[in-house]
Every structure is written in C-alpha cells, then in structure tokens.
C-alpha cells in the first residue's frame, strides 16, 4: 500500500515526475515542463539542468530536454506511450466533467501498471494526480484489465518465481489470480478498493487497440465518497471514455502510417 509521504518534499517530487516524462514519453521543452509541472519556466529549468547533471536527462541540439542514459527506453515505447496520452488527454478531461472525480490512463509496464496520464477532480476531497506513479498491476483496477487480457503463458512468465527474487512475499498466488481476473474479463470493468493506497478506490475500464488491450482508463475517488448505487453510472462513463479513446487512436495510428 502506498501513501504520500507526512513530509514530502515538492521539489523532489517534481524532480521525479520531470524523469519519468522524459522516459516514457519523449523530449520536453523548458516551457512544457513549468506546465506540466505548474512551476515557474525558471524553477523547470533549475530542475531540469540537475537532472541533467545526474544524467537523468540531456539536451539536444533543439534545446529539448531528453531521457539522459540512466533512464532512456526505447524510441518507439517513448513515441507510442506519447501518443496515447495526447489522443487521451481531452477524454479524460470530459471524464472528469461528467464524474467530478479524478481520472486517469495507465500502461502495463511489467508486472507493475504505470500512470502516464491523470487529471483531477475539482471537488475539494478528491484524489490527487497520480501521474509517473507505478503500482503493483495485480493490486490495480487498470492493471488488473492489462493482466486479464494476456494469456495463461504469459501471465505464467511474468509472475515466475525466479523473476521475483526478492521480493517474493509480494508475489501474487497465480491460481487465486486467475479466478480473480476470468470475473474481471467477464464483467469488462475492475474496481481497487483500498489496495493500493487507503481510503482510495478506482474503477477501471480496458482500452483496446487492435486485439489486445493496451491500456485502461480508470477513475479514482476517497472511499468514503464510494457507493455501489454510483456503480453503473461510473462504469457507463468510463466504457464511452474507452471506446472514444480507442476510436481516435486508431486515427492518429493511421495518420502516423500514412503520413
């Protein structure tokens, strides 16, 4: 279960956030950081020029801000999970407008599920921005729709014992996993309860590209505000938030093949 620090410390906290944009979704300027981040281009750009330094990130000749060697992935996962966020971006916004809680996108990354995009609500007791946050998928209800659409194999590969060296108290049994998400697959939603961080639960619905979901769009709300009478009207939103996510992805594919 994870919780915000008593005593969190801003300026870490947007130091982390600015590297794992840079990682998963591509170069950033000094003007797109201070919005991101909703700093000052001043305090982005001191922030940016240690990570630098660290070698969290490099400029190019653009003057862009890019993955530096400690962090980078790969081009395509960097191009793919920034397209996926800026097709997603106004979907969860409107999200949020017919909810008024928070929302937010997730990839599988691993056996752990990555916020790469969130947008909260305006409500004055709500779920903060869990962007750049990475969570156990097992535990998560976006993860938990990754998980149930890979097959038995690689479910198998991916909570193998020997790639849990260390952390095997963590390790989720498999057999009870299974049955947890043949429920998720046939229900097409998964909620979170008070897994992952207490007094939060989410309620999440697949994105599908293709044949294989590649994502989820989830909402998250104080548990306290949680009420199964709210349950269809959540799911309803999410499942037409998912589908118009899928359908403008599926443009912005083709467009990006046939330039």
Sequence with gaps: MKNRPQYALTSVDHALRLAVLLQVEGPLSVSDAAERLGVARSTAHRLLSMLVYRDFARQGEDRRYHAGPVISLTADSQSRTALLRTVAMPHLHAL?????????????????????ASVEGTQALRVGTREGMVFPAHLTSGG??????????????????????????????????DKELAVVRDRGFAINKDRTESGVTAIGRGIRVGDR??????????????????????????????????????????????P
């Design 96 to 116: 949020v407008g017919r909810l008024n809680e928070s929302a937010n996108l997730l990839v599988l990354a691993g056996d752990y599920a990555r916020f790469i």
């Design 144 to 177: 938990k729709l990754m998980l149930a659409d890979l097959t038995s194999d690689e479910r198998a590969e991916l909570y193998a014992a020997e790639r849990w060296d260390g952390r095997e108290d963590d390790r989720p049994d498999l057999g009870a996993l």
């Design 213 to 258: 979901v590649e994502a989820a769009v989830t909402v998250s709300m104080p548990t306290v505000r949680f009420d199964e009478s709210r349950l269809v009207d959540v799911v309803s939103a999410l499942a037409l938030t998912a589908r118009d996510i899928e359908h403008d992805l599926q443009d912005a594919l083709r467009v990006e093949s046939h």
